[in-house]
C-alpha cells in the first residue's frame, strides 16, 4: 500500500508523536492505524546543529540506517491537508528534517509510509520532558515492552524548565 492513498497519507512516528495529544496539537485528522517496526534502522537523539536551541530544549528522536537493529513506532493515518503542517512541525522547510517513505512491518502486512529523518545530526541526550512523551506514547499505544523499557533506559539532558510537554498537559486534563 502506498504512503498517499485517496486523500490521506500513512505517517510512520517514532518521536514525541507517538503520543496522539502532541501529534494532534497540529494535526488534528491524525487517526491512529496500527504500531509498526522499521527494520534496519535505529533510534538516536540530537540536534540538526550543533548549538541550536530547540522548543524541547535537548535532542530529539531521529532514525539512522543500521543493519540489523529496528526502531518500533505508530502508523497514522493523516489528511493530506496536514502535510504541510506535519512538515512545518518537523522544520523541513528549514531543513531540519527530510521526509522519507519507508517500508513499515504490521500486523496486516508491510506499509509504505512518510517520516522524517534528521539532516546534519550532531548527538544530544534529550530533555526529560520530550523522553517523558515519547514514553507515554510508546505506552499509550501498546509497543513491546522490551521496546519501551530500553526508551525508559535512555539518558536525559536533566533540563527542568518549561517546554512543549506545557502545552501538551493542557490538553490532556
Given at each position: 500500500?502506498?504512503?498517499?492513498?485517496?486523500?490521506?497519507?500513512?505517517?510512520?512516528?517514532?518521536?514525541?508523536?507517538?503520543?496522539?495529544?502532541?501529534?494532534?496539537?497540529?494535526?488534528?485528522?491524525?487517526?491512529?492505524?496500527?504500531?509498526?517496526?522499521?527494520?534496519?534502522?535505529?533510534?538516536?537523539?540530537?540536534?540538526?546543529?550543533?548549538?541550536?536551541?530547540?522548543?524541547?530544549h535537548?535532542?530529539?528522536?531521529?532514525?539512522?540506517?543500521?543493519?540489523?537493529?529496528?526502531?518500533?513506532?505508530?502508523?497514522?493515518?493523516?489528511?493530506?491537508?496536514?502535510?504541510?503542517?506535519?512538515?512545518?512541525?518537523?522544520?523541513?522547510?528549514?531543513?531540519?528534517y527530510?521526509?522519507?517513505?519507508?517500508?513499515?512491518?504490521?500486523?496486516?502486512?508491510?506499509?509504505?509510509?512518510?517520516?522524517?529523518?534528521?539532516?546534519n545530526?550532531?548527538?544530544?541526550?534529550?530533555?526529560?520532558?520530550?523522553?517523558?512523551?515519547?514514553?507515554?506514547?510508546?505506552?499509550?499505544?501498546?509497543?513491546?515492552?522490551?521496546?519501551?523499557?530500553?526508551?525508559?533506559?535512555?539518558?536525559?539532558?536533566?533540563?527542568?524548565?518549561?517546554?512543549?510537554?506545557?502545552?501538551?498537559?493542557?490538553?490532556?486534563?
Amino acid at each position: 500500500m502506498s504512503a498517499v492513498t485517496r486523500g490521506k497519507f500513512m505517517y510512520f512516528a517514532f518521536g514525541s508523536n507517538l503520543l496522539k495529544e502532541r501529534l494532534q496539537l497540529a494535526n488534528p485528522s491524525a487517526i491512529f492505524f496500527s504500531t509498526g517496526r522499521l527494520k534496519d534502522y535505529k533510534l538516536n537523539f540530537g540536534l540538526w546543529e550543533q548549538h541550536v536551541e530547540s522548543a524541547w530544549h535537548g535532542g530529539v528522536a531521529t532514525i539512522e540506517s543500521c543493519p540489523g537493529a529496528e526502531v518500533w513506532g505508530v502508523i497514522w493515518t493523516l489528511s493530506n491537508e496536514n502535510l504541510r503542517s506535519l512538515d512545518n512541525q518537523e522544520g523541513v522547510s528549514l531543513g531540519q528534517y527530510s521526509p522519507i517513505e519507508v517500508s513499515v512491518e504490521t500486523g496486516q502486512g508491510t506499509m509504505l509510509c512518510r517520516t522524517y529523518q534528521m539532516n546534519n545530526f550532531h548527538a544530544c541526550p534529550p530533555s526529560p520532558q520530550y523522553k517523558q512523551v515519547v514514553c507515554l506514547g510508546a505506552e499509550q499505544n501498546g509497543l513491546p515492552v522490551e521496546y519501551l523499557k530500553n526508551l525508559e533506559a535512555i539518558k536525559t539532558n536533566n533540563y527542568e524548565g518549561p517546554s512543549v510537554l506545557d502545552e501538551i498537559r493542557d490538553v490532556l486534563k
